[in-house]
């Protein structure tokens, strides 16, 4: 049975976690409220917590049921119980700050080439010109609202309203690591090479994910990207560095 609370309404998702609903619409607001949260339950977990997974307008929840079953700390019934009074104590809990965590990544983009071979299906499609499409696309701010489908892969919000292209028909079987692609409403960023159907209308040098860097993913959940378009050469050079 669902539990309501003022910001969110929690669900049963498995016997190891729990989901937080906070709409039902991708909204700027939803975002900011879920990261708000996500902040927060990082800053003060309870104990058995094992990770929390922000989406769209969800942030689910998995934990350890025999830590959280054996908590003093905890009160309920059961783990779900224990949990969810947790959660909406917290979410009564005077903020020492509510500014959620995101930086501001700036991402260099070759547009178009063998680098973005479907810009022309996009062109296409919009009825705008290439040149239009890559300073529509690198003109704007984007919210990185969730990662998912491969590790680091941004789903990014902000997308002109323009540039809207439906998938491909046929996935493509293999997309290049750092191909910038275009799927409905959103664009979104692949950060390992991979099947998708996207439609690539370019490609960064820079590397999304990588696990030899102390954190692996470059952006995550909450941050705001911008795409900055560059040429050939500086992809070139970019690449090598």
């Not at 700036?106 to 299906?121: E, F």
Request: charged content about 20%; glycine content about 8%.
């Amino acid at each position: 049975m669902p539990l309501k609370s003022k910001s969110f309404t929690i669900y049963y998702l498995s016997e190891k976690a729990i989901t937080l609903e906070f709409g039902n619409q991708i909204e700027e607001k939803t975002s900011i409220r879920i990261s708000q949260f996500h902040s927060k339950l990082k800053e003060f977990p309870f104990e058995g917590l094992l990770a929390v997974v922000p989406a769209y307008t969800t942030l689910s929840v998995f934990y350890d049921p025999l830590l959280v079953i054996n908590s003093k700390r905890l009160s309920g019934l059961d783990c779900f119980e224990r949990i969810s009074n947790y959660l909406t104590e917290l979410e009564s809990r005077e903020d020492r700050s509510m500014a959620s965590e995101s930086d501001l990544i700036s991402i260099p983009v070759y547009y178009g080439g063998d680098k973005g071979p479907d810009l022309q299906a996009v062109a296409d499609h919009t009825r705008l010109s290439r040149e239009e499409i890559i300073r529509l696309h690198s003109s704007a701010a984007y919210k990185v609202y969730m990662i998912g489908f491969t590790p680091g892969f941004a789903y990014l919000g902000g997308m002109p309203e323009q540039l809207a292209t439906p998938r491909k028909t046929t996935p493509a079987k293999t997309v290049p690591a750092g191909s910038i692609g275009i799927a409905g409403i959103q664009t979104g960023i692949y950060p390992l090479s991979s099947p998708g159907g996207w439609q690539i209308i370019g490609q960064t040098p820079i590397k999304l994910f990588d696990v030899n860097r102390a954190k692996p993913a470059l952006v995550k959940a909450g941050d705001i990207i911008k795409f900055s378009s560059i040429d050939l050469e500086e992809f070139n050079q970019l690449k090598q560095s």
